[in-house]
């Protein structure tokens, strides 16, 4: 607390419940100083106007509170919100929430990039810190605003796919049935979260394809499944569990994301591979397709893209396509131009019993 001029004015500058407040005290400082003593009074005796009385509630507490209460009932991302939080309880255990302002999320902020954490991390770090917040709020526990975050910038066009030497090595460092998890993620292009809620009830191996129920559009995606895929699935029909195909050491209940999750990075390591993520290989799936020749709409629909802009990003590696779209002219101003040749054919190559081989499409040149 204190008095400071800017301009011609005297300020009083104090604190209410870790919110910062000035006033104003016009030119003659000491009705600044009469002010800030009229203040320091009012919040010490709690009868400050503004003051809207506060549950002395942390956010350690906050955060069990809206888990078991909101996120457990409400949001299929639960697991999610466990890590989200424990990772922001690190830092803001013991704090009070109307203690937690705008400079706390920058800190925050700072020390997770100094623990080099990536920009998306943080952000849905903050994106589940102020769900909390604003959970506290409408259930009155939180009487003050809710502090502004400013989320930083993400490259969502970031595009990393393995090469055919990097699949062998990853599936050659992967055991079961983190093995299993990735060659059916190599194949079909789901998600991680997909392939892990995925049930034995949805799968039909008659009809060639597997029913995806919790998508993240909402939508039910029927996924068509090639013989590799269905030899995975036999493979873990004696997993244990009646109910799901990866089924965690509950086998009522699915294998951890976030524990698949820090296995891959563990093997990814291991193999050699730099700057990889499990989503990557979804990546990894639509760009072998498009060097193979698959149009990109037809990408589009397996990966159950909703919108075709995010498809588009792989449309950089068939240059093919663009080629024969001009072609398409030049043959019809110059007879006897014959069109060019899709060239390039897709051979899948990876068997699960193989050790060391991994399933990817082998690119040959065909004349």
């Avoid at 060019?340 to 040959?364: C, F, R, V, Y």
Wanted: net charge positive.
């Amino acid at each position: 607390m204190g008095i400071f001029k800017k301009g011609k004015n005297y300020y009083a500058d104090y604190y209410v419940e870790g919110r910062r407040k000035r006033e104003c005290g016009g030119p003659n400082r000491k009705v600044a100083e009469t002010l800030l003593a009229k203040r320091k009074v009012q919040v010490a005796e709690g009868r400050f106007l503004d003051i809207r009385r506060n549950e002395k509630i942390t956010f350690g507490e906050m955060g069990q509170l809206y888990l078991e209460t909101y996120s457990k009932v409400n949001k299929r991302s639960f697991n999610r919100d466990v890590t989200l939080i424990a990772n922001l309880a690190k830092v803001l255990q013991k704090r009070y929430l109307y203690e937690i302002t705008a400079l706390d999320v920058e800190d925050y902020k700072r020390r997770r990039l100094a623990e080099d954490v990536c920009v998306a991390t943080v952000n849905r770090e903050l994106s589940c810190l102020r769900g909390v917040l604003n959970k506290a709020v409408e259930w009155a526990k939180l009487q003050t605003p809710v502090p502004r975050m400013k989320f930083f910038r993400e490259d969502n066009w970031r595009l990393r796919y393995l090469e055919k030497d990097e699949a062998v090595r990853l599936l050659a460092a992967a055991d079961e049935p983190l093995k299993s998890v990735i060659g059916l993620a190599l194949n079909t292009g789901m998600r991680l979260g997909e392939i892990l809620t995925l049930k034995w009830q949805d799968v039909d191996v008659n009809r060639g394809f597997v029913t995806l129920r919790g998508t993240k559009s909402g939508k039910m995606r029927h996924v068509p499944v090639n013989r590799l895929v269905v030899e995975i699935l036999m493979r873990n029909r004696g997993s244990g569990s009646l109910v799901y195909v990866f089924p965690g050491r509950d086998p009522s209940l699915p294998l951890s994301k976030s524990h698949v999750s820090r296995a891959f990075s563990v093997v990814a390591k291991k193999a050699g591979i730099l700057d990889f993520r499990f989503h990557d290989l979804r990546h990894t799936f639509a760009s072998w397709l498009v060097m193979g020749g698959v149009n990109l709409k037809t990408v589009q629909e397996l990966l159950g893209h909703q919108d075709y802009v995010m498809t588009l990003r792989h449309a950089h590696l068939s240059p093919d396509v663009t080629k024969q779209a001009v072609e398409l002219i030049g043959n019809e101003l110059s007879s006897g131009s014959g069109a060019p040749e899709n060239g390039h054919q897709m051979d899948t190559i990876w068997t699960p019993e193989a050790k060391s081989a991994t399933p990817i499409p082998s690119l040959k040149h065909s004349k």
